[in-house]
């Protein structure tokens, strides 16, 4: 399976910051998925980020509040702005690892929004 | 777009018992149906999957069965042991392809009696 490194594993920010979320990837992949797990939920699909192009966000997930790069075929981030305690989830980063759904998570990011 | 349903939401059952977990989706172009387990404060991980061109998938002691007619698909865990315990989510992945957005469901927590 690929090798996907997630920074940083938690974090404990304050109501009205921004923060980013990097996710590097041990090898080239076409499509990267941000998912969001809130406190004992299901995993909710954020945006997919394609390299080249603009990310292509869920219904209730916009651009301004979680802002996507992908400069390249191995690297993501996600930032979460403006963030307010709703926002207190685990924010995961996956690519597909084999085959076409077959997703691969990484270790996840916990934010804690004070 | 997909929507997911899974039960029971807990299922406690005595070492060496089996444990079923149902999922039901709604999008009948999903062709992709995955389940992953996911330990108390670790990564979601891929167990078993199938598609939609099989009806029946085993691995050792857990199977997983399809009913594209009914669309419904379980989950099957045979002589479970107590590191068995975990959460495990069903999830499905539409039709479009090129999209390839997986909808998990609210997942199960299983809890296994030594």
């Known amino acids: 399976s690929a090798v996907i490194s997630q920074k940083p594993s938690r974090d404990i920010c304050q109501r009205g910051t921004s923060l980013t979320i990097q996710c590097q990837v041990d090898?080239?992949?076409?499509?990267m998925f941000w998912y969001r797990q809130q406190p004992g939920q299901s995993l909710t699909l954020i945006a997919t980020a394609n390299q080249g192009s603009e990310a292509t966000y869920e219904s209730g997930f916009v651009i301004d509040k979680f802002p996507i790069s992908r400069p390249n075929l191995t690297f993501s981030t996600l930032t979460v702005s403006n963030m307010s305690p709703e926002d207190s989830s685990i924010y995961l980063c996956?690519?597909?690892?084999?085959?076409?759904?077959?997703?691969?998570f990484g270790e996840g990011s916990r934010l804690t929004v004070l | 777009g997909e929507n997911v349903e899974q039960h029971p939401s807990t299922l406690s059952v005595q070492e060496g018992d089996s444990a079923v977990i149902k999922c039901t989706y709604s999008?009948?172009?999903?062709?992709?149906f995955p389940w992953y387990k996911q330990e108390l404060g670790k990564r979601p991980q891929l167990i078993i999957d199938i598609r939609s061109n099989v009806g029946e998938k085993k691995d050792q002691r857990i199977a997983v069965t399809l009913n594209k007619t009914a669309k419904h698909f379980s989950l099957h865990i045979t002589e479970t042991q107590p590191e068995d315990s975990a959460v495990y989510f069903c999830?499905?992945?539409?039709?479009?392809?090129?999209?390839?957005?997986?909808?998990f469901g609210s997942g199960t927590r299983l809890q296994v009696q030594p």
């Open positions: 090898s080239q992949v076409t499509m």
């Open positions: 996956s690519v597909e690892d084999r085959a076409p759904g077959e997703l691969f």
């Open positions: 999008d009948s172009a999903s062709n992709y």
């Open positions: 999830a499905a992945m539409e039709g479009d392809t090129g999209r390839r957005a997986l909808t």
